[in-house]
């Protein structure tokens, strides 16, 4: 089965600082999402990418997509302490049932922004 | 507008016992998922539901697991006789459509304990 993988596990930066974070999958998808955790939390939905898409953004956050590497990237600038979080990204493919949809998510990512 | 709510938030059974989580999806939304998330990892597709359907359930363990989302009411993940392995956090998401461009909006999570 398809699992996407995030890369580093774990950064940590200064605040103020750029924080890259890259994420890897295997099969073809229809979009990805890049979801933030705090520790103990639910999950909070950041920005989604087509795959007709190359590159996003949203305030502080700017998303890549590369389909023909099958590769993605969430660059957080100007990071603040706020930000400390883990980092998901999540490829949406069809499921098993007619009209199914899920998101299959990688281990993710552990941000620490030091202030 | 509230959010994705589940009850309770936290969970702690003993072993042989059965566990009931909630799931109140967001106003207007007819689709949802449920997740697992076993600590350091990322989330697993467990099953898809809409309206009085199961529509995918290829992420569910065959046996002791069941989902269902009745016309009126949460949707409700049961686990019956539960053991020390199914200790996670379990999350539950909405979508207005279940589309492949749809957002999924999480709620806040069940963490099980199983002692």
């Known amino acids: 089965s398809q699992q996407g993988e995030e890369d580093p596990q774990a950064l940590s930066i200064q605040e103020g600082e750029n924080a890259t974070m890259n994420c890897s999958y295997k099969t073809s998808i229809n979009n990805l999402q890049w979801y933030r955790q705090n520790s103990g939390r639910g999950l909070v939905h950041l920005i989604l990418i087509r795959s007709n898409e190359r590159e996003k953004h949203s305030g502080r956050l700017r998303v890549t997509l590369d389909t023909s590497k099958k590769s993605s990237s969430l660059l957080i600038t100007a990071s603040r302490a706020a930000d400390t979080a883990s980092y998901f990204c999540?490829?949406?493919?069809?499921?098993?049932?007619?009209?199914?949809?899920?998101?299959?998510f990688g281990k993710g990512t552990k941000l620490s922004v030091i202030p | 507008n509230a959010g994705v709510m589940q009850n309770p938030r936290h969970l702690v059974r003993r072993r042989g016992q059965e566990a009931r989580l909630r799931c109140s999806p967001m106003k207007g939304h007819s689709h949802v998922y449920w997740y697992r998330q076993l600590p350091e990892e990322g989330l697993k597709f467990m099953v898809y539901l809409q309206k009085e359907n199961i529509i995918d359930e290829s992420g569910m363990p065959k046996e002791r697991f069941s989902a269902e989302f009745p016309k009126e009411g949460p949707s409700i993940l049961r686990i019956q006789q539960v053991v020390r392995g199914d200790s996670a956090a379990y999350f539950c998401?909405?979508?207005?459509?279940?589309?492949?461009?749809?957002?999924?909006?999480f709620g806040p999570g069940t963490r099980l304990t199983v002692l």
């Open positions: 998401a909405s979508s207005p459509s279940g589309g492949s461009t749809d957002t999924q909006y």
């Open positions: 999540a490829t949406g493919t069809r499921g098993s049932g007619a009209g199914s949809y899920q998101l299959t």
